[in-house]
Every structure is written in C-alpha cells, then in structure tokens.
C-alpha cells in the first residue's frame, strides 16, 4: 500500500511528522509531495532538519500567488506526480490550500482521500480556512477528528459514520515528543535574553488581523498595553506574509521585541516558558494547552473549543483593547485545573492502523 502524503506548510510539516516518521520505522511504503506553498526556509526546511524527515519526493515551488491562482497551480502539479504512479490512498491535513489541492486532485483520480484533523469547524465563513475545512471533509474516504467534538459536526453534515474516526490530534504526537527536547536543545531564551516566566509569546499571521494595516496598529497597540500592564516584554516571531507597515506598527512598541521566525524547537521553548501566550493560530492554542501555558486568542471565532474547557485558553468577547486588557488580566490571575483533551501521543498509530487495515477495500 502506496501512502502520498501531500503538504505545503509549516502546520502540515509538524503535524504529518508522527505518520511519516513512523512510515519510515516500519517500512511503509510511502512517497511526499511538497507543494512549497510556505518557501521561506525559517517556516519549512527547518521543520524537516528538526523533526528529521526525509526529503520530499516532489517539490512543486508554487509559492506565494492568489487562492485561486495558487490551487489551479497545485492541481496540476499534483494530478501529474499522481498520475505517474498511483497511490492507494492521499493523506491531507487541516485547512490549507495545499491539503484541499490535494484532496481534490486525489479525489478527481479515484483515490481514496485520509483527512488528518477532520471535523474542526468555527462557523465562520468568511475564514477561507474554514471553506476548505468544509470542503476537504465532504470528499474524504477517511476523517480522522481530534475529538468527539468534531465527529459530531461532521455527522450533522451528513457524512456517513463509518467514514469518521476520533484519533486524537497529530499535533499532541509531536508537541509530546518533542517539548523535552526543545527544553534540552534550544538557546532562545539566552539568545533573546529571557527568563523563564517573564515575557510572553505573541503570534499574529491571519488575514482577518494582518491585511487591514488600521486593525493590525489597532491589534498592536492592545497587545502592547497588555504587556505594559503584566510587566513583560512580548517576543514577536514575524511571519513571512506580513509586510514592512505591519512590521512598522509592532515595532513602533517598546513593549514588543520582534524577531525572525523561528523553528520547531526554538518555538516549543518559546511556548514553555512564557507567562502569557497571545496569538491567532490554531495550533499554537493547541500546543499551548498541551504544554499547559495560558493561552489568550486574538480572534473572534474558534474551532478548538476543548481549549477553552479548563480555562486555560480564552476566547474574548470581543477584539476591542479593552475587552483583550480585561480578558488577558483574568487569565492572568486566575488558577487552572490543567487538562490536554488533544490526544495521548499516538493519533498516528490511529490513523495508520485504520489505512493499513482497509489497504484491501482501497485498492
């Protein structure tokens, strides 16, 4: 049984890093295709040095294009790598435009679909994010879901149950196996001259709160008076998309230290020891309640509810600096009873004990 995994990003590099490690220990047979949608080198080959994954097979180098533009590119190169040799089954992950890509060429051509994190849904449908969750879904064979949580969404869609299986996330795989690690390996901290409990971590790469320079300035100018207010600096790993007014306007901030990307390890440190952790993505508010650090989402929507369960993670009612003040101040004082609803480490032992057992009906 031929596996293809397809990815493209940073997210995708991490969270498919259990399958295709374990792929190699036990001589599945397997091929990669990278679509390059993240090119710079700080947000992907890090990530494969790090988590010591093999090269590629296939790199596409579609880049930075429009969504439109992007996918059409992706489609063609990945129908043509799957042409040439065709798997028994695609697995994709999350939301990208690289794992929709995927789905839908592999689909096109017969192929049985995985998703890996199917399910995750924030009912907000201007998030391009959330179309292609929805999107990636409806033509699964395989939807692998964190949690019960998402099971449930997706048999309110109507996708048959056989199709839905609760694994567990892969992000739990490699935020477990790695957080001694990045506790052992990493100098952040003495690079930036940190202490450990006295800064906090701010990540902020989503076209909601990145492409309208006014709300970003508005953004920054909250988050700065957060750190004001809690006695911290905040450390800001830039993302690649954000340009020189974004730049600009986090930097304006004495509170605010930017720096570059960072990598897998350098980021779980990050993650450990900050006071406070600030940010827009996803998996960063995973890998923050699995590392037990508190968590504040600078989003209106959420499609990791479990997060906010035991209090440790907080969605505000609002994106109104007063409202993130007050929200960031409660979280701050209050005491947490520490929960990980994200998985045991071992989603990938689900995920790959399901494919190989249906290896005969996918062929």
Known sequence: MLITYILGTRPEIIKLASLIQASVREGLPFSIIHTNQHYAERMDRVFFNELELPEPDHHLGIGSLSHGEQIGRMLTGIERVLLSRRPAVVVVQGDTNSALAGG????????????????????????????????????????????????GYLAAEGIHAGRIHVTGNTIADATLSYAETARQRSGILRRLGLSAGAYGLLTCHRPSNTDDPAHFAALMDAVADIAAA??????????????????????????????????YLDMLALQQNAALILTDSGGVQEEACILRRKCLVLRRTIERPEALEN?????????????????????????????????????????????????????
Request: with cysteine.
């Open 104 to 151: 839908l060429a592999a689909n096109k051509l017969g192929i049985p679909v995985a998703h890996v994190e199917a399910g995750l849904r924030s009912h907000d449908r201007s998030m391009p994010e959330e179309i292609n969750r929805v999107l990636i879904d409806h033509l699964s064979d395989h939807l692998f879901c964190p949690t019960a949580n998402q099971a």
């Open 230 to 263: 809690s006695g911290f600096p905040l450390v800001f790993p830039i993302h690649p998309r954000l340009g020189e007014s974004q730049r600009r306007a986090a930097a304006s901030h004495r509170r605010i230290a930017l720096t570059d990307p960072v990598g």
């Open 311 to 363: 209090g440790g993670c907080v969605l505000p009612a609002s994106l109104e600096a007063s409202e993130l003040r007050s929200a960031a101040r409660t979280l701050l004082q209050r005491p947490v009873d520490w929960s990980n609803p994200f998985g045991d480490g071992l989603a990938y032992r689900r995920i790959l004990d399901i494919l190989t057992a249906s290896a005969g009906r996918l062929h």
